[in-house]
């Protein structure tokens, strides 16, 4: 796309995709029924939510943070998780045995946790131990993987991480004796922890392409890397190209630029600041007025900086709205219909891991809390 037609089309940018607009009497229903069932349920909400959904949630924060919450609210037999799909598994796997967790559409899936199925996994570990020693491979997968994924990586002496914490989960990881890692599903996530953080060079980083034999890679490729990660991204951080940045400091001079390390090496290279959500929000909110910032991650989170921070300038950091899609399935009518079922003792969308899935998940969420309350 050339440049000029980039910059016209940035000035333009809509505050979001499709028109949030929710009818007052499905509103007034959920107050309603949230009021009624408040000692029973619980509504979280991820940050990357809509408006209109987050409008009804008692805690927002990213999915580890919420699945955290609320397991530790006891009291609460109901766990509406507005995310997706990993986010109410995870909430699930460390909930309480009286607690349900219920996702309002079942739709509601992740691209980038789909593209690392346990077979292909299995399978693809199954084919390296053919070539290197798998008990000096660590597995680590990213919190935005299935249950089943975390289990096998539990069951490996593995751990997850999140983007807050892979850097101190990498370093665990290579002083605890393995020589490699094995990381699922963001190859991006992986290959910034990898270079920018850990200083580890780009020919010990390698692609495994779960598509082809030996995942594309020689033996020796194997047998050199110190990290191999497999193929696959989230399509919302993806649309973030490295051309970005240089458009927006043109547009906006003195613009910072700060992105989520799910976007792509070349993004990350370019940035002034990389971190998580946390990070991000955090940044904003301690920076002083007239701050201005192109920040790349999801666009109703940006949104909602815009319209909490209006003292600086905040907009994405793509010349179009880049929002998750399959989080947007969750609507206020969905949740309506969900507390209209429990309000009928009837439980609907519950989210339920298989109990030897669920211990193995827990043995490597529980890693990833030790290793990382150790490096705090
Ligand atoms: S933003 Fe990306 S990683 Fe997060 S839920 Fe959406 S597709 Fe998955």
């Given at each position: 796309?050339p440049?000029v037609?980039?910059l016209?089309v940035?000035?333009e940018l809509?505050e979001t995709?499709v028109a949030?607009?929710t009818?007052?009497?499905?509103?007034a229903?959920?107050?309603a029924l949230?009021e009624k069932l408040?000692d029973?349920?619980?509504?979280?909400?991820?940050?990357?939510?809509?408006?209109?959904?987050?409008?009804?949630?008692d805690r927002t924060?990213d999915?580890?943070?919420?699945?955290r919450?609320?397991?530790?609210?006891h009291?609460r037999?109901f766990?509406?998780?507005?995310g997706?799909?990993?986010m109410?598994?995870t909430a699930d796997?460390l909930?309480?045995?009286?607690?349900k967790v219920?996702?309002?559409?079942?739709k509601?899936g992740?691209?980038m946790?789909?593209?690392?199925r346990?077979?292909q996994?299995?399978d693809a570990?199954?084919?390296?131990?053919?070539?290197?020693?798998t008990?000096?491979?660590c597995?680590?997968?990213?919190?935005n993987s299935?249950?089943?994924i975390?289990?096998f990586?539990?069951?490996h002496?593995?751990a997850?991480?999140?983007?807050?914490?892979?850097r101190?989960i990498f370093?665990?990881a290579?002083?605890?004796g393995?020589?490699?890692?094995?990381?699922f599903p963001?190859?991006?996530?992986?290959?910034n922890?990898?270079?920018?953080?850990?200083g580890?060079?780009?020919?010990?980083?390698?692609?495994y392409?779960q598509t082809?034999?030996?995942g594309g890679?020689?033996?020796?490729e194997?047998?050199?890397?110190?990290?191999?990660?497999?193929?696959?991204?989230?399509s919302?951080?993806?649309?973030?190209q490295p051309?970005h940045?240089?458009?927006?400091?043109a547009?906006?001079?003195?613009i910072q630029?700060?992105v989520?390390?799910?976007c792509?090496?070349?993004?990350?290279r370019q940035?002034?600041k990389?971190?998580?959500?946390?990070?991000?929000?955090?940044?904003v909110?301690?920076?002083p007025?007239?701050?201005s910032?192109?920040?790349g991650?999801?666009?109703h989170?940006?949104?909602?900086?815009?319209?909490?921070?209006?003292?600086?300038?905040?907009?994405?950091?793509a010349?179009y709205a880049?929002e998750c899609?399959?989080?947007?399935r969750i609507?206020?009518e969905?949740?309506l219909?969900i507390l209209?079922?429990l309000?009928?003792?009837i439980v609907k969308?519950?989210i339920?891991v298989?109990e030897?899935?669920r211990?193995?998940a827990?043995v490597?969420?529980?890693r990833?809390?030790?290793?990382?309350?150790k490096a705090?």
């Open positions: 796309m440049e037609l980039e016209s940035v000035a809509p995709l949030e607009t009818s007052q009497e499905v509103v229903r959920i107050h949230k408040r029973k349920v619980v509504i979280l909400g991820h940050h990357y939510q809509r408006d209109d959904v987050v409008q009804f949630a924060g999915s580890f943070e919420l699945a919450y609320a397991s530790n609210l009291d037999e766990i509406i998780f507005c997706v799909h990993f109410a598994e796997v909930s309480g045995e009286s607690q219920i996702l309002p559409d079942l509601a992740c691209s946790s789909d593209m690392a346990f077979e996994v299995f570990w199954d084919e390296i131990s053919e070539v290197i020693d008990s000096k491979v597995p680590i997968t990213y919190m299935s249950a089943a975390k289990a990586c539990g069951e002496g593995g997850v991480s999140t983007s807050s914490n892979n101190a370093d665990w290579f002083h605890s393995f020589e490699k890692i094995f990381f963001d190859q991006h996530l992986g290959r922890t990898a270079f920018f953080q850990l580890i060079p780009l020919e010990e980083i390698v692609l392409d082809k034999p030996l890679l020689t033996p020796d194997l047998k050199r890397a110190k990290v191999i990660l497999w193929r696959g991204h989230c919302v951080h993806q649309h973030f051309s940045p240089n458009i927006m400091r547009l906006y001079p003195g630029v700060m989520h390390p799910e792509s090496f070349e993004v990350v940035a002034d990389v971190g998580s959500t946390a990070f991000i929000m955090k940044t909110e301690e920076a007025a007239g701050s910032w192109a920040i991650t999801e666009h989170l940006v949104n909602r900086l815009k319209h909490e921070h209006p003292d600086q300038f905040i907009t994405t950091l010349p880049c899609a399959t989080m947007y609507s206020p969905a949740m219909d209209e079922n309000d009928k003792g969308n519950q339920t298989p030897e899935t211990k193995w827990n490597a969420l529980t990833m809390l030790e290793i990382t309350k705090a």
